[in-house]
């Protein structure tokens, strides 16, 4: 968050673990439409959502303003704001994308919202409605797929990682199954045998053949992944550059948007992250980063976590540089089937204009023209 507010991790990882067990927000039973205009957009948020975020602008002289962003690739997400008066912030009112449910955990999401918020690295969760979520905004911009291999960026997303990976919580409380990789690896099962669209079969079945080799794939990923060394701690999971704000008032970056955050490998998070060089709508694999640049971005990691540690950050040796390395280039394997997994439901549910299938075969054929290479490491 963009405050003057200085986080600290000693305090809070000793209350994390008691906060976790009264973990509650209101639910207000209301739905709301995207394509409706602003005026009825803005009228039902002062009618039903404006007491848990901002009571002064439920009003009639409230002039309120929105602002639809364009970050999303799964939800719609809309700023609403006081036109006369940019001290109270904006609020964000995120609009589920159609069928989300079926892969994203909401309860899981919003806790981990709720922890984030008490660790004091996010805004407030003000309230969740039928089909969304009202919550504070992180000002600053959303960084640049180029600009995530510049070595001040990455120092400043080294540093935001290894805080988040500082909040201790119960697994129970974010997670049912342990690591969320294994819920991710579990969304191949969830896609359909049929996209209920004829020329959508057809190219599935020439770019992936059949779901059971998919599945078998997902499968072998879990078996190689037994022997990471990777320490389970709370992760993002989603670590591409639309999710990383940059606050140039403070200078350093924040995380947003915690659908699929829970407990997960650390070494998830880095994997994940080199992937996301290569950009999201149009992906360019030509810029993921080389062994340099990763084992570089690994050490300012695992500084960040020494010095939160309260251990001597030169205290971090190449041999733990190097197992580090070796266990996120086997997560960003598995990063690259997941997010395949990804765009099949995508494709499948969505009501996004956006090559969802285009963007799970060329994710599939990455994976294909490392696993060899990454599974005999």
């Known amino acids: 968050m963009c405050d003057d507010n200085t986080t600290t991790t000693a305090g809070v990882r000793a209350n994390m673990e008691a906060a976790v067990a009264d973990l509650t927000w209101v639910k207000v039973p209301v739905t709301l439409d995207a394509g409706w205009a602003s005026s009825e957009l803005l009228s039902q948020f002062k009618t039903h959502l404006a007491h848990y975020a901002r009571p002064h602008w439920g009003n009639d002289s409230t002039r309120l303003g929105l602002k639809v962003f364009a970050d999303g690739m799964t939800n719609v997400i809309i700023g609403v704001f006081n036109q006369d008066s940019s001290e109270d912030g904006t609020v964000i009112l995120r609009i589920y994308g159609k069928s989300t449910e ?27 409605f039928a089909n969304g979520v009202c919550y504070g905004f992180v000002p600053g911009r959303c960084i640049s797929a180029q600009e995530m291999g510049e070595p001040r960026m990455m120092r400043r997303i ?16 974010v997670s049912s199954k342990g690591a969320v990789v ?26 992936f053949g059949s779901l059971d080799a998919l599945k078998a794939e997902g499968e072998r990923l879990r078996e190689g992944l037994s022997s990471l060394h990777s320490p389970m701690v709370f992760s993002h999971n989603d670590t591409q550059a639309r999710n990383l704000v940059y606050c140039s008032h403070k200078d350093k970056i924040s995380v947003i948007d915690f659908e699929y955050a829970g407990m997960n490998y650390a070494a998830f998070d880095l994997g994940n992250f080199f992937c996301e060089f290569s950009g999201a709508e149009e992906l360019d694999f030509s810029r993921y980063p080389d062994e340099g640049v990763q084992k570089s971005f690994i050490t300012m990691y695992l500084q960040e976590c020494a010095r939160l540690g309260g251990d001597d950050p030169a205290s971090v040796s190449d041999e733990q540089v190097n197992t580090w390395y070796r266990d996120a280039v086997k997560c960003a394997l598995v990063s690259h089937l997941v997010w395949t997994y990804w765009g099949l439901l995508q494709a499948a549910y969505s009501a996004l204009k956006y090559d969802f299938l285009r963007y799970s075969y060329i ?15």
């Open 102 to 128: 079926r892969f994203i955990d909401r309860n899981r999401e919003l806790a981990c919202m709720q922890l984030m918020h008490r660790a004091e690295y996010t805004p407030p969760l003000y309230c969740q």
């Open 158 to 173: 080294a540093v935001c990682l290894a805080q988040v990976h500082s909040v201790h919580v119960s697994a129970s409380a």
């Open 182 to 207: 294994w819920d991710m690896c579990d969304w191949i099962h969830r896609v359909p045998s049929s996209f209920g669209d004829a020329e959508k079969d057809a190219r599935f079945k020439e770019l």
């Open 363 to 377: 994710r599939f054929m990455e994976y294909q023209q490392r696993k060899e290479e990454v599974y005999s490491i």
